[in-house]
């Protein structure tokens, strides 16, 4: 088997070359970190649910017309995506207060938001990705006012889905962060969902008990990770409702 190149890892993926020009492979890790990379811990399964149900948003963004970076599953680890020019930024739409808006603003945890709220981190772990605003943006030309007007509609377009389709497995989208990267068509560009969408980047609470089924579990110790992932990725028809949660996968497909 041939080795691949090595791009880059983070925290909770690695990539590698794909074997078309173009192409990535994502390789999705165990790997659990929170508090900028403070508190860190490997959870066994968290890579493959987290592939699963990034395929499963992908592919629903997808079906409903909005463009992602996301190409097909290769196994129960990997995913193929296209190449593509990450903006540097977290974008972060808000439903509820919860996390560090309910810290700045002393707004108290499951207060309902007026409307969608989207804020901007430049993404820098250094810098602990700090906040920032579309004057910061524009200023140093991390993106243009075009790209801003587009990221916010692809960003709104993702909520519209999501909320839904949480609602109906009686889920609650609290909040969610999304990267957007630019891919290169001749001499056009488009704007397009990359990175991941899985339950590591989206706050999740059941509706009728406020039990949180995201990476809070790990932030404040309660529970287990895999099995508030699960418990999603049943809900969803991801897995069967009869399942274990995922622990030392062996199967490839």
Same mark, same amino acid.
């Given at each position: 088997?041939?080795?691949?190149?090595?791009?880059?890892?983070?925290?909770?993926?690695?990539?590698?070359?794909?074997?078309?020009? +173009?192409?990535?492979? *994502?390789?999705?890790? #165990? %790997?659990?970190? =929170?508090?900028?990379?403070?508190?860190? $811990?490997?959870?066994? @399964?968290?890579?493959?649910?987290?592939?699963?149900?990034?395929?499963?948003?992908?592919?629903?963004?997808?079906?409903?017309?909005?463009?992602?970076?996301?190409?097909?599953?290769?196994?129960?680890?990997?995913?193929?995506?296209?190449?593509?020019?990450?903006?540097?930024?977290?974008?972060?739409?808000?439903?509820?207060?919860?996390?560090?808006?309910?810290?700045?603003?002393?707004?108290?945890?499951?207060?309902?938001?007026?409307?969608?709220?989207?804020?901007?981190?430049?993404?820098?772990?250094?810098?602990?990705?700090?906040?920032?605003?579309?004057?910061?943006?524009?200023?140093? +030309?991390?993106?243009? *006012?075009?790209?801003? #007007? %587009?990221?916010? =509609?692809?960003?709104?377009?993702?909520? $519209?889905?999501?909320? @839904?389709?949480?609602?109906?497995?009686?889920?609650?989208?609290?909040?969610?962060?999304?990267?957007?990267?630019?891919?290169?068509?001749?001499?056009?560009?488009?704007?397009?969902?990359?990175?991941?969408?899985?339950?590591?980047?989206?706050?999740?609470?059941?509706?009728?008990?406020?039990?949180?089924?995201?990476?809070?579990?790990?932030?404040?110790?309660?529970?287990?990770?895999?099995?508030?992932?699960?418990?999603?990725?049943?809900?969803?028809?991801?897995?069967?409702?009869?399942?274990?949660?995922?622990?030392?996968?062996?199967?490839?497909?």
């Amino acid at each position: 088997m041939t080795r691949r190149k090595k791009i880059y890892e983070g925290k909770a993926k690695t990539l590698y070359e794909g074997p078309e020009p +173009g192409t990535i492979v *994502q390789y999705f890790k #165990d %790997d659990a970190t =929170a508090f900028n990379a403070e508190k860190k $811990d490997v959870i066994e @399964g968290k890579g493959v649910l987290n592939n699963m149900l990034s395929e499963y948003f992908m592919t629903g963004l997808g079906a409903v017309g909005v463009p992602t970076h996301f190409i097909k599953r290769l196994n129960m680890r990997e995913q193929l995506v296209r190449a593509c020019e990450i903006v540097p930024l977290e974008v972060i739409v808000r439903n509820y207060a919860a996390g560090s808006i309910s810290k700045r603003l002393g707004i108290e945890e499951g207060t309902a938001m007026p409307r969608p709220i989207v804020e901007y981190c430049y993404k820098d772990d250094a810098l602990g990705d700090p906040l920032v605003t579309e004057e910061h943006i524009a200023a140093f +030309g991390w993106a243009s *006012q075009q790209d801003m #007007d %587009d990221i916010v =509609a692809l960003a709104l377009r993702v909520n $519209d889905y999501l909320s @839904g389709l949480m609602y109906g497995v009686g889920i609650r989208l609290v909040d969610f962060k999304i990267e957007i990267g630019r891919i290169y068509e001749g001499d056009f560009q488009r704007l397009v969902v990359a990175d991941e969408i899985s339950p590591d980047s989206c706050r999740l609470w059941d509706i009728e008990t406020g039990q949180k089924l995201d990476k809070d579990v790990f932030r404040r110790d309660l529970g287990s990770l895999t099995d508030a992932y699960t418990e999603v990725a049943k809900r969803l028809g991801v897995m069967p409702k009869q399942a274990n949660p995922v622990s030392k996968p062996t199967l490839i497909n």
